[in-house]
C-alpha cells in the first residue's frame, strides 16, 4: 500500500520518541524522526561497520531485543552462546542479519539501544558520524563514495552500467562437491547451453507435484515442438510484437515459466550478459535486473527510485532523465514463486483505489505494489517488462497486462549430451556417464532439466572416473541417485563436523516443514528453530547441503534443488531416534491432493530398500529398522488398498503412484506379495480425459511392476499417450500380459519393433493386441511379419485406423500364408486399402487354417476387389466366419458373385455390407440368396 509522498517527506507521527533525558539528545531526535525505509537505508549502510562495532557488546543488544519480544528465547541463546564460546564476529553477524528479517520495528529497537551504548568506542563513532551529517544524510549515503565517479553524460553512465552488468554475468559457478575444488567458475558463453523456450504456456493449473506433471507434459510437447508444431522463441524475441498475444501502446510485458532448475535465472543471467555486451535489445538504454529472493529483503516502504539505488547506486544522477523516456527501459524480475508478498492482478482496489496504485517512480509504498505497477504498465508507462516463474505461481499473472507468454522445456535432443560434454572435461568420461543415462529410461527423462543434469554429473562421475570403475554398483532409482548425490558430499566433506547424522536430521526436519508449507528459502531464523548454528555453514559439508547468498540485502539458503529438500526431508525420517508414528505421517501427507508430498513420499520408501540405505549408513550409522518396517507395512497396504479402484483417473493416478513406491523400494518380496494375484491393469480409457497420460518413467516402472506379476492378464493403455519411448521402457515386460490395449497412442512404426520383439519371445503369452490409431505404415510390417510368423499364442490382432496401405498388407498377407500364423481375427479397417492388395490378401485366405475374422471396412476395396474376395470365400479351404464391408465402395455390380458365394460358402455366418451402395437391384438378388436353404449367414447389417 502506498504510504505517502516522495522522498525528504516529514516523519511520520507515529515514530516512537527517545526520552529527552537520553545524554545523546540530538542522535534520539534524529532517530525519531526517521521513517522506516530511511532506517532500513541507514542500517544498510553502516551494516559491515555495525558487525563490527556491536562485537563487544552483542549480549546488551540481544537482551534489549529479547526483552522487547523481538528475538526468541533461542535466538537470544544461540547469539550470546557464540560470544562465549569466542565467535563474536559470528555473533554480531547474525544478530545484524536477523533484525534485517525482522523488519522495521526491530531495527527501530536495536538502534535505540546503540545510543545507550557509550562503552563501544567503534560505535560511538559511528552515531557521531551520523549527527554531523547534517540534517538530510541520506543523500550522502545514496550517493556514498562513488559520486564523484559517476559521469555527467548519460552515454557514459549506461556504459559503465553495461561494464557492471558484463562483470555480474559473464561467469558461472558451479558446485563440484570435490575438497580440492568445491566450486568451479567457467565462462558463461563457454557453459551455456541453449534452452529450447515455446512461445506459448501449457496448462497452469497444477493438481501434483510441479516436477511430475511437467514431467509427464513434456515428451508430448517436445514432440509437437520437433514436428514444427510449436514456434521456438528466442530470448531476444521476447520482446518482438509478432509474438504478443495482448497488443498495449503503454509498454510490453513478457512472462517466462519453467520448473524448479529448468534454467530460468540462467536465462536471466545470459539476457542480460547479452545486452551488455551489445548483442541483443539494442533500443533499450538501460537494463535493470532484480532477484524476487533478493527483493524479500526489503520488507519496509519503498519508491522505484530507491529500490534502483539499492542495486545501482552509481544511477542516481541520471534516473530522471530516464523516467522521460520509459520506452527506452527494460525491468527484469526473476522468481515471481519466490516472493514472499502476494501480487494480486485480479483485486479491483488495485484499480479504484488510489492508495493501492503506483503511479510516480518516487512515490513509496510496497514492492509488491511497484512490480504490480510496472508489469500493468500504471507505473512508467511504455517501459518493458520481464517476470519469471515456476509453473505453481504462474496463476498470479493470469489477468496481468503480459504480452508475450513463454515457456522454457529444457533441453531437447542432443542438448542433452552436449550439457554432459561441455560438463565433464574427460570427454571419454562424458561419454561414459552420457551412455549410462541414455540406456536408464528413468535417468534420460529427467535430462530435459539442466538441475538434473547437474545432480547427475555429480553423482554419476565418480563411478566412471575411479579406477575399479564399479559400474555394476551405478544407481538406477531416483532415489539410489540422491543417496549417492549425499554419499559424495560426506565422503568429501564428513569429517568436517562432529555428527553429520544430527546435522543432517536438523536439516532435514528443517526441509520437511519447507515441504510441508511449500517453502524453499530459509534465514537464520529459520536455521535456529531446528538448532542449526549459521556459523556451522563456513564447513565445505553445509555448504554443499544448503547454498547461502549473502548478497546486500540479506542473507538467505536454499537447497541446490527442490528434490534435494525433499531427500533431505525424507532422509531424516530414518535418522530421528523417535520417530513417533510414521505410518500416520506417510498417510496425512499421501491426503495432501496438491501432490506437495509426492516426490517426498517416493524418496522415504526407496530409502526404506538397502540399496539406497547402504552407501549412506557407511556415514551415518544404520537406519531405524522400526521406521523401516513401518515404511514397508504402509506401501503394503496402499498397493492393495488401491488396486482395483482405477474407474476414476484419481484412482489410476493413485496406483500408479503406489507403483511408483514399489520401483524405489526395489523390494521384490514386497511387490510380489502384494501384486500376485494381479490379473488386470487398467489406464486407459475410450475417453481420453477419463485415461491416464503416462510418460517414459512411468512406463518404465509399470515394465518393473508386471515383471513381478505371475497372474497378469490385461494390460489397457488406451489413450495413455505412451508414444514409442515408452513403448520401449515397456517392452521387457510386455510378452508376460495376455491382451495388450494399446489403441490410440502415437507409437509410429518405431514402436512395432518392441512389440514384435515380445511377440517373438519364447514365452510370449499375448493372445489380444489392440493396436487401433497409434500412427503405422507400410514401413513397420516387415517386423510385424517376422513376428507373426513364429509367434504361437496371437489370435487377435486389430490395426484399425493405421496406413498400412496396399503395400503393407502385401507383405502380412505372406505371413497369413505361413503354416505357423495362429491369427483368428484380423482388423484391417481405415487403411486406405484398394483392390490391388486383394489378390495377394485372397492367396493367403485359401491356404490359412485359423483366419475366421475379418474386417476390410472403410477401404476404398470397390466392385473389382470384392469380386476377388468373393472367389476366395467359394474356395472350400477358406474359413472366414465373419466378414465387414461397410463402407468399401460397392454397388450392386458385385451382388451377383456375392449371391453365387452365399450359396456354395459354408463357414460365413456374419456379414456386414453397410453404407455401400447396392441400390434395389442388389438387395433384391441378396435377399433372394438368402432364401437359398444352403445360405448360413446370421447375421447381416
Known amino acids: 500500500m502506498a504510504e505517502g ?94 533484525v534485517m528479517e525482522k523488519g522495521s520495528r526491530a531495527r527501530r529497537v536495536m538502534w535505540e539501544s546503540f545510543v545507550k551504548m557509550h562503552r563501544l568506542p567503534k560505535l560511538v563513532k559511528i552515531l557521531k558520524e551520523i549527527q554531523e551529517l547534517g540534517p538530510d544524510p541520506f543523500d550522502y549515503m545514496n550517493i556514498g563514495r562513488g559520486l564523484s565517479e559517476i559521469p555527467s553524460h548519460l552515454k557514459d553512465v549506461q556504459q559503465k552500467h553495461k561494464e557492471t552488468l558484463r562483470v555480474q554475468t559473464e561467469t558461472l559457478r558451479v558446485n563440484t562437491i570435490l575438497i580440492k575444488e568445491k566450486v568451479k567458475i567457467f565462462q558463461l558463453v563457454t557453459l551455456y547451453t541453449e534452452l529450447t523456450i515455446i512461445s506459448t504456456v501449457r496448462d497452469r493449473t497444477l493438481v501434483e507435484h510441479e516436477l511430475l506433471a511437467r514431467g509427464r507434459d513434456h515428451e508430448e510437447w517436445r514432440e509437437k515442438h520437433l514436428r514444427r508444431e510449436l514456434e521456438k522463441i528466442r530470448t531476444d ?67 522505484l527510485w530507491n529500490l534502483i539505488l539499492i542495486f545501482y547506486p552509481y544511477l542516481r544522477n541520471i534516473l530522471g532523465e530516464l523516467w522521460k523516456n520509459p520506452e527506452r527501459l527494460l525491468f527484469i524480475f526473476d522468481g515471481l ?3 514472499k508478498d502476494s501480487i494480486d492482478f485480479t483485486e479491483n482496489r488495485r484499480n479504484t483505489e488510489p492508495q493501492y496504485m503506483c503511479t510516480d517512480p518516487e512515490w513509496r509504498c510496497k514492492v ?96 566412471f ?50 515441504v510441508s508449507e511449500k517453502k524453499i528459502v530459509f534465514r537464520n531464523g529459520d536455521l535456529i528453530k531446528y538448532n542449526l548454528q549459521p556459523s556451522q555453514f563456513l564447513s565445505g559439508f553445509m555448504m554443499e547441503l544448503l547454498e547461502r547468498d549473502d548478497s546486500a540485502q540479506g542473507l538467505v539458503y536454499t537447497f541446490p534443488h527442490l528434490t534435494i529438500q525433499e531427500f533431505v526431508a525424507a532422509l531424516a525420517q530414518f535418522l ?87 520401483f524405489e523400494s526395489q523390494n521384490q518380496t514386497l511387490a510380489r506379495v502384494t501384486l500376485g494375484s494381479l490379473e488386470t491393469l ?63 497412442n502415437n507409437l509410429g512404426d518405431s514402436g512395432m519393433k518392441p512389440l514384435s520383439a515380445a511377440l517373438r519371445n519364447p514365452y510370449c503369452k499375448i493372445q489380444k493386441m489392440r493396436l487401433n490409431n497409434v500412427g503405422l505404415t507400410d514401413s513397420c510390417t516387415e517386423d510385424l511379419v517376422s513376428a507373426l510368423s513364429t509367434n504361437r499364442s496371437l489370435t487377435v490382432l486389430n490395426l484399425s485406423n493405421n496406413k498400412l496401405r496396399d503395400s503393407g498388407v502385401k507383405r502380412l498377407s505372406a505371413a497369413l500364408r505361413n503354416p505357423n500364423c495362429k491369427i483368428q481375427e484380423l482388423w484391417l479397417d481405415f487403411n486406405g486399402l484398394t483392390a490391388s492388395c486383394i489378390e495377394d490378401l485372397v492367396s493367403a ?16 476395396l470397390g466392385d473389382s476387389g470384392v469380386k476377388l474376395l468373393f472367389a476366395a470365400l467359394r474356395n472350400p479351404d477358406c474359413k472366414i466366419q465373419e466378414l465387414r464391408l461397410d463402407r468399401a465402395d460397392l454397388t450392386d455390380s458385385c451382388t451377383e458373385d456375392l449371391v453365387s458365394t452365399l450359396s456354395t460358402n459354408r463357414s460365413l455366418t456374419g456379414l456386414n455390407l453397410g453404407n455401400n451402395k447396392l441400390g434395389d437391384s442388389g438387395v433384391k438378388l441378396l435377399s433372394a440368396a438368402l432364401r437359398n436353404p444352403d445360405c448360413k449367414i446370421q447375421k447381416l447389417r
Not at 555486451?277 to 532477484?291: A, D, E, M, R
Not at 572416473?465 to 551405478?474: G, L, S
Not at 540405505?613 to 504402509?634: M, N
Request: overall charge neutral; charged content about 25%; glycine content about 6%.
Open 5 to 98: 509522498s516522495n522522498r525528504g517527506e516529514d516523519p511520520t507521527s507515529s515514530t516512537r520518541m527517545i526520552m529527552v533525558s537520553d545524554p545523546n539528545t540530538a542522535i534520539s531526535e534524529f532517530l525519531t524522526k526517521c521513517d522506516d525505509y530511511q532506517l532500513f537505508q541507514l542500517t544498510k549502510f553502516y551494516r559491515d561497520r555495525l558487525e563490527q562495532a556491536i562485537e563487544e557488546g552483542v549480549e546488551g543488544v540481544s537482551f534489549v531485543l529479547t526483552h522487547e519480544k523481538h528475538f526468541s528465547g533461542q535466538e537470544y541463546h544461540i547469539v550470546t552462546e557464540l560470544a562465549e564460546k569466542g565467535n563474536r564476529a559470528d555473533s554480531s553477524k547474525l544478530l545484524i542479519n536477523l
Open 237 to 303: 524475441q521476447l520482446f518482438q510484437s509478432s509474438f504478443s498475444q495482448r497488443k498495449s501502446k503503454s509498454g510490453s510485458s513478457a512472462a517466462v515459466s519453467g520448473v524448479a532448475g529448468i534454467g530460468k535465472t540462467t536465462m536471466v543471467q545470459k539476457i542480460v550478459y547479452d545486452w551488455a555486451t551489445g548483442k541483443i535489445y539494442p533500443h533499450f538504454q538501460f537494463v535493470f535486473s532484480f532477484k524476487f529472493r533478493e527483493l524479500n529483503a526489503v520488507n519496509c516502504s519503498i519508491n
Open 337 to 339: 514463486d519466490e516472493f
Open 368 to 463: 509488491s505494489d511497484i512490480v504490480y505497477s510496472l508489469i500493468q504498465h500504471k507505473l512508467l508507462p511504455g517501459c518493458s517488462v520481464l517476470v519469471t516463474s515456476r509453473p505453481t505461481a504462474l496463476h498470479l499473472l493470469e489477468k496481468a497486462e503480459i504480452s508475450v507468454w513463454a515457456e522454457i522445456l529444457g533441453f531437447v535432443g542432443d542438448e542433452r549430451k552436449e550439457y554432459f560434454n561441455k560438463f565433464f572435461e574427460d570427454q571419454v568420461v562424458a561419454a561414459a556417464v552420457f551412455k549410462h543415462v541414455d540406456e536408464n529410461e528413468l535417468l534420460y527423462t529427467m535430462c530435459y532439466n539442466p538441475s538434473y543434469c547437474w545432480i547427475l554429473g555429480l553423482s554419476l562421475g565418480p563411478f
Open 465 to 514: 572416473t575411479q579406477r575399479d570403475r564399479k559400474q555394476k554398483r551405478v544407481p538406477k532409482t531416483i532415489t539410489q541417485l540422491y543417496s549417492y548425490y549425499i554419499y559424495n558430499i560426506l565422503k568429501n566433506h564428513g569429517r568436517e563436523i562432529e555428527s553429520p547424522r544430527d546435522v543432517l536430521l536438523k536439516i532435514g526436519e528443517m526441509a520437511f516443514t519447507g
Open 576 to 662: 530421528t531416534p523417535d520417530p513417533g508414528d510414521i505410518r500416520k505421517l506417510l498417510s496425512e501427507a499421501h491426503s495432501k491432493e496438491d501432490g506437495r508430498f509426492e516426490i517426498f513420499l517416493r524418496f522415504v520408501v526407496g530409502l526404506s530398500s538397502s540399496q539406497s540405505a547402504r552407501p549412506l549408513e557407511e556415514f551415518l550409522g544404520p537406519f531405524l529398522h522400526r521406521t523401516i518396517c513401518g515404511v514397508i507395512d504402509w506401501v503394503k497396504e496402499k498397493v492393495e488398498g488401491q488396486i482395483g479402484k482405477t474407474e476414476s483417473q484419481t484412482g489410476k493416478r493413485n496406483l500408479l503412484n503406489t507403483f511408483h513406491y514399489l
Open 682 to 744: 487398467t489406464f486407459g480409457h475410450l475417453n481420453s480425459g477419463e485415461a491416464l497420460r503416462l510418460t517414459p518413467i512411468d512406463c518404465a516402472v509399470l515394465s518393473h511392476v508386471i515383471g513381478l506379476c505371475d497372474a497378469i492378464k490385461h494390460l489397457d493403455l488406451w489413450n495413455c499417450s505412451i508414444q514409442c519411448e515408452g513403448l520401449q521402457r515397456l517392452g521387457p515386460a510386455l510378452h508376460k500380459c495376455q491382451v495388450l490395449r494399446l489403441g490410440y
Open 845 to 860: 485366405l485359401c491356404t490359412n487354417r485359423s483366419l475366421t475374422d475379418l474386417n476390410l471396412g472403410n477401404n476404398k
